[in-house]
């Protein structure tokens, strides 16, 4: 199994399921829809307010059948950090934070940084492509930052396969941020 410790770095997990929908998420004044994917069901979102004084949301969709793989979680909160870094900044210090915990584990990791555009967001994507050497177990994991409305929206994808990598990555891709 992947070590736990490279799992959490990446997610929270949850574990109560609901069906699959158009989903609506509200970022101060911006919607966020997005279709589940085929197969794939949404945990609950847990709103809080505690961390650090602000009030987040966080919401994880999974395969039923794979609970630590084939994931798509994300958070919004203040965007302190991208404020005092820039977006740019933020994410190459997280892409260096990433690759240097890889080598820590002892894992071989191909991670590098894009920038893309969904539905007239701009966002930095951390990619990843892992590979245990000691049991030969694959994984890729993309974290997508991005402010919109005066937040930090990042969303992380963690897979095992193609298909499903697919499936997850095109539902962000297809997202829509609709703004009043």
Same mark, same amino acid.
């Given at each position: 199994?992947?070590?736990?410790?490279?799992?959490? *770095?990446?997610?929270?997990?949850? @574990?109560?399921?609901?069906? =699959?929908?158009? #989903?609506?998420? /509200?970022?101060?004044?911006? !919607?966020?829809?997005?279709?589940?994917?085929?197969?794939?069901?949404?945990?609950?979102?847990?709103?809080?307010?505690?961390?650090?004084?602000?009030?987040?949301?966080?919401?994880?969709?999974?395969?039923?059948?794979?609970?630590?793989?084939?994931?798509?979680?994300?958070?919004?909160?203040?965007?302190?950090?991208?404020?005092?870094?820039?977006?740019?900044?933020? *994410?190459?210090?997280?892409?260096? @934070?990433?690759?240097?915990? =890889?080598?820590? #584990?002892?894992? /071989?990791?191909?991670?590098? !940084?894009?920038?893309?555009?969904?539905?007239?967001?701009?966002?930095?994507?951390?990619?990843?492509?892992?590979?245990?050497?000691?049991?030969?177990?694959?994984?890729?994991?993309?974290?997508?930052?991005?402010?919109?409305?005066?937040?930090?929206?990042?969303?992380?994808?963690?897979?095992?396969?193609?298909?499903?990598?697919?499936?997850?990555?095109?539902?962000?891709?297809?997202?829509?941020?609709?703004?009043?």
């Amino acid at each position: 199994m992947i070590n736990r410790k490279i799992f959490f *770095a990446f997610t929270f997990v949850f @574990s109560c399921f609901q069906t =699959f929908s158009q #989903e609506k998420f /509200e970022i101060n004044s911006t !919607l966020w829809e997005f279709e589940l994917p085929e197969n794939f069901v949404r945990n609950d979102v847990v709103e809080s307010s505690e961390f650090e004084g602000d009030s987040a949301f966080f919401l994880e969709v999974s395969k039923p059948n794979s609970p630590e793989m084939n994931i798509m979680s994300v958070t919004t909160y203040s965007n302190f950090n991208l404020k005092s870094m820039t977006a740019g900044v933020y *994410a190459n210090s997280l892409l260096n @934070s990433m690759k240097n915990n =890889f080598r820590n #584990e002892n894992l /071989e990791a191909d991670v590098y !940084l894009d920038k893309i555009e969904i539905d007239g967001v701009s966002f930095f994507v951390i990619h990843s492509d892992v590979l245990d050497p000691h049991n030969e177990e694959r994984f890729m994991a993309s974290v997508y930052i991005a402010e919109i409305d005066d937040r930090e929206f990042n969303l992380m994808i963690l897979y095992d396969n193609d298909e499903d990598g697919f499936a997850l990555e095109n539902a962000l891709l297809n997202s829509k941020f609709i703004q009043p």
